[in-house]
């Protein structure tokens, strides 16, 4: 078509001025900014400390039902030990195996890396209509520069601006307590950087291609809040799938928030990582990238302008 | 003979099949031209400079801008213009220099050369002072002069002006003609501009197109449109009590005399001219001109003429009025 005859020598020309553009806003804003780094800290705070399910099991709370409880004969201290060894024993292993890891702080933090960029990204179809709203997409439009750098800019700032909010939660959360797995590798942080990429990517430019004819504000915000929520609570980031019911399970399967998650975990917190699986997690998300930033590039040409 | 920069025929554009917003219009725009689309809110001016500067796709018809057709060759068109929209559209987060490098940066310009651009139209547009302040902090006369200096990044052979001063005061809106005048003259630019503001049409404009429902209704300098209709009224009246109105009709350019009340009301071409050589006709015979009044047709009356109304507000998309409130609200800072 006739995008591909422009004279400009490089047909990327133009995307990092506009990434730069978007991430301006934030980072020149000191309070977005702080406001942006508060936010994990606030979430996690609120669903890893509130939602406490370890403290179900606590050792105090075994001691307290234990001597509450008349058996006969009465058991000797050293049976009353053994029970509450048992206890203990049941309630580590129900943790393992439930959330495969021993505590459940680590198990959502790291949830908590994909839900940030499940709500950066949501933003970046709202940034859209913005601009359109203000006349800046018709000025960029009748610019030289690609329709496609235009749309990608809003997914790049959008993935940078997650990228590095979940290296701060990674920070927090280990002041917080979060314990790596016993087959930790600092390496393993690319890793959890790089499926974060692909996943910004795939959701920034769903939410683009939603809501690119859209000129009211009211659209992207709507769909900002029919998906998020369900995409978040139907992946295994605050709850494993393996104890949802068959239906939610099914809808967690084919998400790709929880592969992402799934990626995040093997490589931070699991004792051993499965490096089968994480490359299975890393095919997935990137198809679906690859797949939602094609529809995106492809409704970009068709619909930015009328 | 001079060259056409920009050529229409058959221009037209049907929004969701129905609604037809500019209908089959054609004209032809000179080289160094001022050409102006004159007509109310919803005639179909942003509609034209939309199609021409490729970013809306005309349902019939064809045009080009220096011989680029704007569909096949839209991004040629897009190197060579530059684009000065309705709406306020500097980053109000970014400075004002970011804001010229950001136009800059998206028609690929490298940073040296564009910086170099930058500073010297932030000089022309007198904004050097304020080149490190957040736009947040303009006023609307400032913005719009930042509008015009990104405009230009580019050294655009044509330049698209979208209702330049829309929302401006009197005041602030002179001062922005002077700033095109002088930008005009320093980049000998060819300029296609829509307004509904009539004074603006006719201190800009060398030629005038009135577009009315998506059709131009009659194209002129404002001085030809203003003589159209027939002339100047100039009223005279003599102290002596004698008829007079063969002897004034005598008088070169002269149209029509009337007798009204004891003066004389006499519609004449040229009335500058014409009013001088009725007093000097008249002096010749002895006789005292009494007073003098000369009446120029505005604009507001060719409009008039040929719309069969002024310049009202139509009904407009929720769309299009709620950029054009961010637009005045912004302009009114």
């Known amino acids: 078509m006739s995008e591909t005859i422009g004279n400009s020598k490089n047909r990327l020309h133009g995307l990092w001025a506009l990434t730069n553009r978007e991430l301006k806003k934030w980072y020149k804003a000191p309070v977005i900014f702080m406001l942006s780094i508060i936010q994990p800290i606030i979430w996690m705070g609120l669903l890893g400390k509130a939602m406490n399910i370890n403290a179900i099991f606590s050792p105090d709370k075994i001691n307290q039902l234990m001597s509450n409880l008349v058996l006969t004969p009465p058991l000797t201290s050293t049976q009353s030990a053994q029970l509450g060894g048992f206890f203990q024993h049941l309630q580590t292993g129900i943790m393992q195996s439930t959330f495969q890891v021993s505590d459940y702080f680590s198990f959502m933090a790291v949830g908590m890396i994909a839900f940030t960029a499940l709500f950066t990204t949501a933003f970046s179809g709202m940034s859209v209509v913005w601009d359109r709203r203000l006349g800046f997409l018709n000025k960029a439009l009748s610019t030289p520069i690609s329709r496609g750098v235009i749309v990608f800019s809003k997914v790049l700032s959008a993935a940078l601006r997650s990228m590095f909010q979940a290296g701060i939660i990674i920070v927090i959360a280990i002041a917080f307590g979060l314990q790596f797995g016993a087959s930790f590798n600092p390496i393993n942080v690319l890793g959890v950087f790089g499926i974060l990429f692909l996943i910004c990517v795939g959701l920034s430019s769903m939410f683009i291609a939603i809501t690119i004819r859209s000129t009211r504000i009211e659209t992207p915000m709507a769909v900002m809040n029919l998906i998020t929520l369900p995409l978040m609570f139907a992946s295994n980031a605050f709850f494993p799938t393996s104890i949802m019911p068959d239906w939610l399970k099914a809808i967690a399967q084919v998400n790709p928030m929880t592969y992402t998650t799934d990626a995040v975990r093997q490589l931070l917190i699991y004792n051993t990582t499965d490096f089968w699986q994480v490359g299975m997690d890393f095919a997935y998300v990137g198809t679906f990238a690859l797949v939602v930033a094609t529809i995106g590039i492809v409704f970009s040409w068709r619909f930015l302008s009328k | ?333």
């Open chain 2, 1 to 333: 003979m001079s060259e056409e920069i920009i050529k229409a025929e058959g221009l037209t554009k049907v929004f969701n099949g129905h609604l037809v917003a500019v209908d089959h219009v054609n004209f032809e725009i000179k080289r160094g031209e001022v050409y102006g689309f004159l007509g109310p809110n919803g005639a179909g001016k942003t509609t034209t400079i939309n199609m021409l500067i490729t970013i809306l796709k005309p349902t019939e018809g064809k045009a080009s801008v220096l011989g680029f057709d704007i569909v096949k060759q839209n991004v040629e068109v897009r190197n060579v213009i530059g684009v000065v929209p309705q709406e306020y559209t500097a980053d109000e987060d970014l400075t004002g220099l970011e804001n010229i490098l950001l136009c800059a940066d998206m028609y690929g310009i490298p940073r040296r050369v564009a910086k170099e651009r930058a500073l010297d139209l932030l000089k022309l547009v007198e904004l050097t002072d304020f080149k490190d302040k957040r736009v947040q902090t303009f006023s609307g006369g400032m913005r719009r002069r930042l509008e015009l200096a990104c405009g230009l990044v580019n050294r655009p052979k044509v330049l698209f002006l979208d209702e330049p001063t829309l929302g401006l005061d009197v005041q602030t809106r002179t001062a922005t003609w002077n700033y095109i005048r002088k930008l005009k003259k320093e980049y000998g630019m060819t300029l296609f501009m829509t307004t509904h503001y009539l004074e603006e049409a006719d201190s800009l404009c060398d030629r005038v197109a009135i577009i009315d429902h998506g059709k131009i209704v009659v194209v002129g300098t404002p001085e030809d449109l203003k003589h159209s209709l027939g002339g100047d009224i100039i009223t005279i009246g003599i102290k002596e009590d004698s008829d007079v109105a063969d002897l004034i009709a005598k008088v070169e350019h002269v149209k029509e005399v009337k007798k009204e009340n004891g003066s004389y009301r006499i519609k004449a071409e040229y009335g500058e001219i014409t009013a001088p050589s009725i007093i000097e006709a008249l002096r010749e015979k002895g006789y005292n001109v009494a007073k003098l009044s000369l009446t120029e047709p505005t604009l507001n009356e060719v409009y008039l003429e040929y719309t069969g109304k002024s310049l009202r507000d139509a009904e407009e998309s929720r769309e299009a009025f709620a950029a054009q409130r961010i637009t005045m609200r912004r302009a009114r800072q």
